[in-house]
């Protein structure tokens, strides 16, 4: 399962719950506004028809997005002291500095929970990837978009 999407049973719920409310719900609802705008007449000037099915066609892809990820889903549970041990894994809180002295911590999350602004990084970004694995006082460089950074882990808890 090498494009497995790694997440908690929290976000594995929460995926099966947004699924079940746009194959549901807003499906219904969808096929209604649909019904009703083509009533309206003319489908070839009938902007709230076409409004409706670009909406409808946003609506299928969001919902094909999630039966993949739920295909790929791979369930990991984070130990109550994540990174037991020492080494950065999943749902581990691990300080860093980089090569001018800043420190930065990062938490190890899913891509569903990620928030960067927060130091939540996904699991599958390019940080959290060069970290994985690594024990307290490790380095790495990892490659990203603006250019290369060299990553010392600090501490791993």
């Known amino acids: 399962m090498?494009?497995?999407?790694?997440?908690?049973?929290?976000?594995?719920?929460?995926?099966?719950?947004?699924?079940?409310e746009l194959e549901g719900p807003r499906r219904r609802d969808m096929a209604e506004r649909i019904k009703t705008a083509r009533e309206w007449g003319d489908l070839?000037?009938?902007?709230?028809?076409?409004?409706?099915?670009?909406?409808?066609?946003?609506?299928e892809t969001r919902i094909a997005s999630?039966?993949?990820?739920?295909?790929?889903?791979?369930?990991?549970?984070?130990?109550?002291?994540a990174g037991a041990g020492g080494v950065v894994g999943f749902g581990s809180v691990v300080m860093v500095r980089d090569e001018a002295g800043r420190e930065q911590r990062f938490e190890i999350v899913s891509s569903r929970s990620a928030a960067p602004g927060a130091?939540?990084?996904?699991?599958?970004?390019p940080v959290?990837?060069?970290?994985?694995?690594?024990?307290?006082?490790?380095?790495?460089?990892?490659?990203?978009?603006?250019g290369t950074r060299r990553l010392t882990v600090v501490s791993v808890a």
């Open 2 to 20: 090498d494009d497995a999407t790694l997440m908690t049973a929290a976000d594995l719920e929460a995926l099966h719950s947004e699924l079940a």
């Open 44 to 59: 070839k000037e009938n902007s709230e028809y076409h409004d409706a099915k670009n909406e409808q066609a946003h609506l």
């Open 66 to 81: 999630l039966r993949d990820r739920l295909a790929r889903a791979q369930v990991v549970e984070v130990a109550p002291q």
């Open 119 to 125: 130091g939540q990084i996904s699991v599958e970004s």
């Open 128 to 146: 959290a990837k060069g970290l994985l694995g690594l024990h307290a006082g490790e380095a790495v460089s990892i490659t990203l978009p603006r």
